[in-house]
């Protein structure tokens, strides 16, 4: 009787060490007494659990790719929406280089203009008055403009057009302009001659108005007194007034003339060689 009560004291504590001790087979996660599926619990361990089993979800996410980083040569390339054609890129439009010369050979007459009276280029004086002496200060008279004396006439209406010139019209080596300033005058004619061979040689410039006003002709006189000196010749005949200076160096000469024409008052300046 007592071995056989010793037999079992010892049974029983080994069925009581049995359960107390954890098994091998037995998950260890929330103190082993988590009972549900393994599949089940497996889930609970993942970052998300939208999709229980499936499999995909154990890959890493892929990293986005990179964006292209203004500055590295090339603009990022736009969305692209499936089943639309994406629009070519726009280019910069290209820049249109300066209106190119055309060809002067066909005359272009300037349209009627009832103030646009012709007025007779005055011949330089062949010899300076008795007791003339030159104004030393006085400049050269080479160009008008901004253009050179002799320079041909079709180089004179491609620098006309490129600088922005009014040309009214052009023929017979005559170039009509309008609306020109000189002497920080406004002149609303303007005539350049070129001579026989095809070569700049005189300008005029015409200013009118109904009235017998000589306000315009002596701002003129003023300011060519100023730069050429005295006039070297002085006529006067009624209300009609002419006036010459000489250039510097003996280069030029200018008139300045006030005269009335067909029922209007003309100042009118004439720039020669």
Same mark, same amino acid.
């Not at 009609?240 to 300045?256: A, D, E, F, H, P």
């Given at each position: 009787m007592?071995?056989?009560?010793?037999?079992k004291l010892?049974? !029983?504590? !080994?069925?009581?060490v049995? !359960?107390?001790?954890p098994?091998?087979?037995m998950p260890?996660?929330?103190?082993?007494?988590?009972?549900?599926?393994a599949?089940?619990?497996?889930?609970?361990n993942?970052p998300?659990?939208r %999709?229980?089993?499936?499999?995909h979800d &154990?890959?890493p996410?892929? @990293?986005?790719?990179?964006?292209?980083?203004?500055?590295?040569?090339r *603009?990022?390339?736009?969305? #692209?929406h499936?089943g639309h054609?994406?629009?070519a890129? @726009?280019?910069?439009?290209?820049?249109?280089p300066?209106?190119? *010369?055309?060809n002067?050979?066909?005359?272009?007459p300037p349209?009627?203009? @009832?103030? &646009?009276v012709?007025?007779?280029?005055p011949? &330089?004086p062949?010899?300076?008055?008795p007791?003339? #002496?030159?104004?030393?200060a006085a400049?050269a008279?080479?160009?008008i403009?901004?253009?050179?004396?002799?320079?041909?006439?079709n180089?004179? /209406?491609?620098?006309?057009?490129?600088n922005?010139?009014?040309?009214?019209?052009?023929?017979n080596?005559?170039v009509?302009?309008?609306?020109?300033? /000189?002497l920080?005058?406004?002149?609303?004619?303007?005539?350049?001659?070129?001579d026989s061979?095809g070569?700049?040689?005189?300008?005029?410039f015409s200013?009118?108005?109904v @009235?017998?006003? /000589?306000?315009?002709? %002596?701002?003129?006189y003023q /300011?060519?007194?100023g730069t050429?000196?005295?006039?070297?010749?002085?006529?006067?005949?009624?209300?009609t007034?002419?006036?010459?200076?000489?250039?510097?160096?003996?280069?030029?000469?200018i008139t300045l003339?006030?005269d #009335?024409?067909?029922?209007?008052?003309y100042?009118?300046?004439?720039?020669? !060689?």
């Amino acid at each position: 009787m007592k071995h056989s009560f010793i037999k079992k004291l010892v049974f !029983i504590a !080994i069925l009581i060490v049995a !359960i107390l001790s954890p098994s091998p087979m037995m998950p260890q996660g929330r103190n082993g007494n988590d009972r549900r599926p393994a599949q089940e619990r497996r889930n609970d361990n993942r970052p998300t659990n939208r %999709n229980p089993g499936n499999r995909h979800d &154990r890959r890493p996410e892929k @990293h986005p790719a990179p964006q292209r980083r203004p500055g590295n040569g090339r *603009p990022a390339d736009p969305p #692209r929406h499936p089943g639309h054609k994406q629009p070519a890129p @726009h280019r910069p439009a290209a820049v249109r280089p300066a209106p190119r *010369p055309h060809n002067w050979h066909r005359p272009s007459p300037p349209p009627p203009n @009832h103030f &646009r009276v012709p007025h007779r280029i005055p011949p &330089r004086p062949m010899a300076p008055p008795p007791g003339y #002496r030159p104004y030393v200060a006085a400049p050269a008279i080479r160009s008008i403009l901004g253009i050179t004396f002799g320079t041909v006439y079709n180089s004179v /209406l491609d620098y006309l057009l490129l600088n922005g010139y009014t040309i009214d019209g052009y023929a017979n080596n005559t170039v009509y302009l309008s609306d020109v300033m /000189l002497l920080n005058q406004g002149w609303p004619l303007a005539t350049l001659y070129c001579d026989s061979a095809g070569h700049l040689a005189s300008a005029q410039f015409s200013y009118y108005s109904v @009235h017998n006003n /000589l306000n315009r002709y %002596n701002t003129i006189y003023q /300011l060519l007194c100023g730069t050429y000196g005295m006039p070297v010749y002085t006529t006067t005949s009624g209300i009609t007034r002419q006036v010459t200076w000489y250039g510097g160096n003996n280069s030029g000469y200018i008139t300045l003339q006030f005269d #009335r024409t067909n029922g209007n008052y003309y100042t009118t300046l004439s720039v020669c !060689i």
